[in-house]
């Protein structure tokens, strides 16, 4: 049974840092494209960033780019989201997702319960 569980929401004044992370159970993240997505209040759900293949390609939304980095560490099956510089605009909720990418596993999609973020002074 496959498991996405999200950890390191909170509130954080502009400018501050946060580090989400999603562990895995159930799959291996090499062969899945795993990606977080965010849902700020009254919009639709968006890509922010991703990472896949075993060479670990990364892309990021153009709002984020230079401001937060993906990340895996496939031995603790563990996906992270460093987030810098924040912004009001990066409250949201932020979902972990994991899209199979590999023979076998291509109709696979899941997703995490989500973990808020809330940036405010």
């Known amino acids: 049974q496959v498991q996405l569980v999200e950890s390191g929401g909170g509130l954080v004044q502009p400018g501050g840092s946060l580090r989400l992370s999603c562990a895995a159970s159930?799959?291996?993240?090499?062969?899945?494209?795993m990606n977080w997505y965010r849902q700020a209040p009254g919009k639709e759900r968006e890509l922010v960033a991703g990472?896949?293949?075993?060479?670990?390609?990364?892309k990021y939304a153009n709002s984020v780019a230079g401001r937060f980095t993906i990340s895996r560490d496939n031995d603790k099956r563990t996906v992270y989201l460093q987030m810098n510089s924040l912004k009001s605009e990066d409250t949201a909720i932020y979902y972990c997702?994991?899209?199979?990418?590999?023979?076998?596993?291509?109709?696979?999609?899941?997703w995490g319960q989500g973990t808020q973020v809330t940036v405010s002074s």
């Open positions: 990472i896949v293949g075993p060479a670990g390609s990364t």
């Open positions: 159930g799959l291996t993240l090499t062969w899945y494209a």
């Open positions: 997702n994991a899209k199979g990418d590999w023979v076998g596993v291509r109709d696979r999609n899941y």
